[in-house]
């Protein structure tokens, strides 16, 4: 693989790697306006989905 190539795929994966996040971030959001509670980013302490 060339530099160039390689940052293409970069920049691709990134590209990509945002819209994600952006979607990850709208969703749960709505999730949010729905249920009035905050869904975990992570594994919550007391083992559940929400809070």
Not at 13 to 35: D, F, I, M, N, S
């Amino acid at each position: 693989m060339t530099e160039t190539e390689a940052l293409r795929a970069f920049h691709a994966a990134r590209g990509e790697l945002q819209a994600a996040l952006a979607a990850y971030q709208g969703a749960r959001a709505q999730l949010h306006r729905v249920t009035g509670k905050w869904a975990c980013p992570n594994f919550c302490v007391n083992g559940s989905d929400f809070n």
